[in-house]
């Protein structure tokens, strides 16, 4: 069974501090790794992808991955109240299938 | 990012009757496309993987006779939930992409079944 584990949370933080998000794969041979947004009642939307390790940065957010450790993160810079959400770590595994991590959500409090 | 469309977005329907749900791939060719169920403050359960062209591959405990999946094109994929049941009032979400390992899946906007 090809797990990915995520803390269910709630994490609450001030609005402008950095919130943490993290997420570990079972699968050592995975090789594409996602973050999705998903507000309540609505379907995912894409946040980052990274697929090598190291960090990948795109505005407010960066991505980190770790092979070795099996670990990927996602870090929010000046998290925003909109940035209120449940975070989805997906991993493609080794036989191509996509894992879905059961969530993290977070609160940004004003 | 890619577009994927589902339809319809909300439907209610009586215990017993069949309902049909599209999802379509607006801006990209889907040889992928994913079926999944979500229930309230729970995460998406992945229901089945359909192929263009292909029989879909349904997930375990998935019955294929109830969730009749169709992926005649590219940009289509259907789902009908057969003799739907209160049970099976949820939150159906689609995704189309590609199995390659840096394609990245898209979401539709979900379709919300209520079954009474």
């Known amino acids: 069974q090809k797990e990915v584990e995520q803390n269910s949370g709630p994490l609450s933080v001030p609005e402008g501090a950095i919130a943490s998000l993290n997420c570990t794969y079972s699968d050592r041979g995975s090789q594409s790794f996602f973050w999705y947004r998903q507000y309540s009642g609505k379907s995912p939307e894409l946040i980052m992808s990274i697929y090598s390790n190291g960090d990948k940065e795109d505005g407010r957010f960066t991505a980190q991955l770790n092979k070795a450790s099996q670990y990927v993160s996602l870090l929010i810079r000046d998290s925003q109240p909109s940035d209120s959400a449940t975070y989805l770590c997906?991993?493609?595994?080794?036989?191509?299938?996509?894992?879905f991590g059961s969530g993290t959500q977070l609160t940004v409090l004003p | 990012g890619a577009v994927v469309s589902q339809h319809p977005s909300r439907v209610i329907c009586k215990s017993g009757t069949s309902v049909k749900i599209e999802c379509r791939s607006l801006d990209f060719q889907a040889t992928t496309m994913f079926w999944y169920r979500q229930f309230p403050k729970k995460s998406l359960m992945l229901m089945a993987t359909s192929n263009e062209g292909s029989k879909a591959t349904y997930e375990q405990g998935v019955e294929k006779d109830k969730f009749l999946i169709n992926h005649a094109s590219l940009t289509l994929s259907t789902l009908t939930v057969t003799s739907a049941h209160p049970e099976d009032s949820s939150f159906y979400i689609c995704?189309?992409?590609?199995?390659?390992?840096?394609?990245?899946?898209?979401f539709g906007p979900g379709t919300r079944l209520l079954v009474l």
């Open positions: 997906v991993v493609r595994g080794s036989a191509r299938q996509l894992t």
């Open positions: 995704s189309g992409g590609g199995a390659a390992y840096q394609e990245t899946q898209y």
